[in-house]
T-cell receptor
Framework: KNEVEQSPQNLTAQEGEFITINCSYS?????LHWLQQHPGGGIVSLFM???GKKKHGRLIATINIQEKHSSLHITASHPRDSAVYIC????????????FGTGTSLTVIP | AAGVIQSPRHLIKEKRETATLKCYPI?????VYWYQQGPGQDPQFLIS???????DKGSIPDRFSAQQFSDYHSELNMSSLELGDSALYFC?????????????FGQGTRLTVV
């Protein structure tokens, strides 16, 4: 059983579409992170959330602590958004280690 | 703003060689976590340090060792490299001083063993 579940696993969208990636977790957390990883590339931190909502450019991240759920939204998607998006949570139960979702592979078609 | 710095970004080594990966945390962060992500795999926790002491240990092979120095940077030493060690190695830093809600990830070191 994964402590962090993401959906969908794979997503293909047309350029300009609004995209939503979901993350549900089952453990108590101190914070949730959204990460981006391009093929063969490193980790890029997009957001760190412990409550509410954050926005950075075309990216929006929300978290509902009561429902143990977070969403990452991409507005006006672009081919350069094509990447794997990973949800990671920190749990005080395990010394604040991170649990990682399996990632959502996004492809944005021009 | 300063971020978590990892060096080198890319590294190619031959089998049985050694490698040293470095992680420089955010200023004032005293906790470092190391993760290994093989091709197409989820990240695996290797080891963590708090205040220069090992705080937790995950699936780190005996061929690997790590330490945290007085300036809080950490080094992952890998010996007798195997083909299966090819992976992205990334670290994250945090501090209990910030209530453990603040953490930052390094971009990772991509190690290729040939």
């Amino acid at each position: 059983k994964n402590e962090v579940e993401q959906s969908p696993q794979n997503l293909t969208a047309q350029e300009g579409e609004f995209i939503t990636i979901n993350c549900s977790y089952s453990v108590g957390i101190s914070a949730l992170h959204w990460l981006q990883q391009h093929p063969g590339g490193g980790i890029v931190s997009l957001f760190m959330l412990s409550s509410g909502k954050k926005k950075h450019g075309r990216l929006i991240a929300t978290i509902n602590i009561q429902e143990k759920h977070s969403s990452l939204h991409i507005t006006a998607s672009h081919p350069r958004d094509s990447a794997v998006y990973i949800c990671a949570v920190r749990s005080p139960r395990t010394g604040n280690q991170f649990y990682f979702g399996t990632g959502t592979s996004l492809t944005v078609i021009p | 703003a300063a971020g978590v710095i990892q060096s080198p970004r890319h590294l190619i080594k031959e089998k049985r060689e050694t490698a040293t990966l470095k992680c420089y945390p955010i200023p004032r962060h005293d906790t470092v976590y190391w993760y290994q992500q093989g091709p197409g795999q989820d990240p695996q926790f290797l080891i963590s340090f708090y205040e220069k002491m090992q705080s937790d240990k995950g699936s780190i092979p005996d061929r690997f060792s790590a330490q945290q120095f007085s300036d809080y940077h950490s080094e992952l030493n890998m010996s007798s490299l195997e083909l299966g060690d090819s992976a992205l190695y990334f670290c994250a830093s945090s501090s209990p001083q910030t209530g453990n809600t603040e953490a930052f990830f390094g971009q990772g070191t991509r190690l290729t063993v040939v």
